[in-house]
């Protein structure tokens, strides 16, 4: 094999990997609304309700993110729980959310990881969401779509690898 070709074989294992790694163990929005939903967070979290609803809670993690480095400071800046108490980090927000509906550790963790991959930006808007499709360029990015151009990506590197053997077989 020339060097050309495991070089080229080489970009392929890892931009494979790569695609794997980064759909894998990520939560996304539905499993994540879900598990609010079936830990009953929903009972003052809704439209209407004593509390924001998700939609409400996720647009603010966005807008957060982009305003402050830390989710500590956004939430001891931003949330005022019944009235007048303050968290002095997103953990101890958490804590007090988990101690309202009796969830356990392991249930909290996903939703947790969830917010805070909101905050850190990474979470795709959807434009489904009513918040005028603020997604980029209007495209729907999520998991799904990240997989497909991920795909798209190993599709195209595998076509210039067959290009590059063919020609310099031809050689
Ligand atoms: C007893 C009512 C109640 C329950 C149950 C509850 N919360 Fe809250 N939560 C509040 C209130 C009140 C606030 C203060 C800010 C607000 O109104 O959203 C708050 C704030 C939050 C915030 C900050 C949102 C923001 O935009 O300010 C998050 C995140 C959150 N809760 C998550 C949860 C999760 C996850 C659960 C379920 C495990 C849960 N909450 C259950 C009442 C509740």
Same mark, same amino acid.
């Given at each position: 094999?020339?060097?050309?070709?495991?070089?080229?074989?080489?970009?392929?294992?890892?931009?494979?990997?790569?695609?794997?790694?980064?759909?894998?163990?990520?939560?996304?929005?539905?499993?994540?609304?879900?598990?609010?939903?079936?830990?009953?967070?929903?009972?003052?979290?809704? /439209?209407?309700?004593?509390?924001?609803?998700? @939609?409400?809670?996720?647009?603010?993690?966005?807008?957060?993110?982009?305003?402050?480095?830390?989710?500590?400071?956004?939430?001891?800046?931003?949330?005022?729980?019944?009235?007048?108490?303050?968290?002095?980090?997103? @953990?101890?927000?958490?804590?007090?959310?988990?101690?309202?509906?009796?969830?356990?550790?392991?249930?909290?963790?996903?939703?947790?990881?969830?917010?805070?991959?909101?905050?850190?930006?990474?979470?795709?808007?959807? /434009?489904?969401?009513? @918040?005028?499709?603020?997604?980029?360029?209007?495209? /729907?990015?999520?998991?799904?779509?990240?997989?497909?151009?991920?795909?798209?990506?190993?599709?195209?590197?595998?076509?210039?690898?067959?290009?590059?053997?063919?020609?310099?077989?031809?050689?």
């Amino acid at each position: 094999m020339n060097r050309g070709l495991i070089f080229i074989l080489g970009l392929l294992l890892f931009s494979s990997l790569v695609a794997v790694a980064s759909t894998y163990g990520a939560v996304s929005e539905e499993e994540a609304r879900n598990r609010f939903t079936s830990l009953g967070c929903t009972s003052c979290h809704r /439209p209407g309700g004593v509390a924001r609803s998700w @939609d409400e809670i996720i647009s603010n993690l966005r807008s957060w993110g982009r305003q402050y480095q830390d989710i500590d400071e956004a939430v001891s800046n931003e949330v005022i729980y019944l009235g007048n108490i303050r968290f002095n980090s997103f @953990d101890e927000l958490m804590a007090q959310m988990q101690r309202n509906v009796g969830a356990s550790d392991s249930d909290m963790a996903m939703l947790k990881e969830f917010f805070q991959a909101v905050f850190r930006g990474e979470v795709a808007d959807t /434009p489904v969401a009513d @918040d005028g499709g603020q997604g980029g360029m209007g495209i /729907p990015m999520n998991m799904d779509t990240t997989s497909i151009v991920l795909a798209v990506v190993v599709i195209v590197i595998v076509v210039v690898a067959i290009a590059y053997i063919r020609t310099s077989s031809s050689k």
